[in-house]
């Protein structure tokens, strides 16, 4: 079933290939750097079949970095996001925050390279930056309660923690040996151990 607000397309060329190809080039060259003329050769289809898709390269863009801030919103709304202490809902923010990023690699390598040259780019952090604040809330609420070090800037830390956890689409690759949860608790224990107060 197609996505609301898209178009059914030609059999064999559904918009999650389409998707698919138009990410793994972005991220390959640079959103400014892939013209729709490259990525009608790279599906092998005419410019005219991307077109019965999406309605610009922009709505690719679109798509894609909201694949990733979907996703990362998405924990925002679990359970274990909302309820119980700052410290236990940082420490679950921060594990799914990881299962995300290695669901959604493409996605989310695209979503940390853009720079705002355009209207999809500047929204696209704008929305970062609102789940930015989120993490940093938790961060603030965790040391209120006295389960986080005081002697770090809540704003820092929750940038050191998405620092840490955002490097990981430079070297993970799914089929590399780490698990996704063997990745999560990777980047939870050298986070907490020295954030917790014992």
Do not use: C
Not at 98 to 118: C, D, Y
Not at 136 to 151: E, I, N
Request: glycine share 8%; aromatic share 6%.
């Amino acid at each position: 079933m197609a996505e609301q607000g898209t178009r059914r397309g030609r059999p064999g060329y559904d918009l999650e290939s389409l998707l698919a190809i138009a990410v793994k080039l972005f991220n390959e060259r640079g959103y400014d750097g892939t013209s729709m003329e490259e990525l009608s050769r790279k599906l092998g289809i005419t410019k005219s079949a991307i077109y019965h898709h999406v309605p610009s390269k922009q709505e690719l863009l679109r798509l894609a970095v909201d694949r990733a801030l979907d996703g990362l919103f998405a924990v925002t709304e679990e359970p274990r996001s909302r309820e119980g202490r700052a410290i236990d809902r940082l420490e679950h923010v921060v594990r799914r925050s990881v299962a995300v990023l290695v669901e959604r690699l493409p996605f989310v390598t695209l979503l940390l390279r853009v720079r705002g040259n355009t209207k999809v780019e500047r929204a696209a952090l704008a929305r970062r930056r609102e789940f930015d604040q989120l993490v940093t809330d938790l961060v603030k609420q965790a040391a209120a309660d006295g389960d986080l070090r005081t002697d770090i800037d809540p704003a820092v830390t929750s940038r050191l923690l998405f620092g840490m956890i955002n490097s990981v689409i430079e070297w993970y690759r799914p089929r590399g040996g780490i698990t996704p949860d063997a990745l999560a608790d990777a980047v939870s224990t050298l986070a907490f151990a020295g954030l917790r107060v014992d």
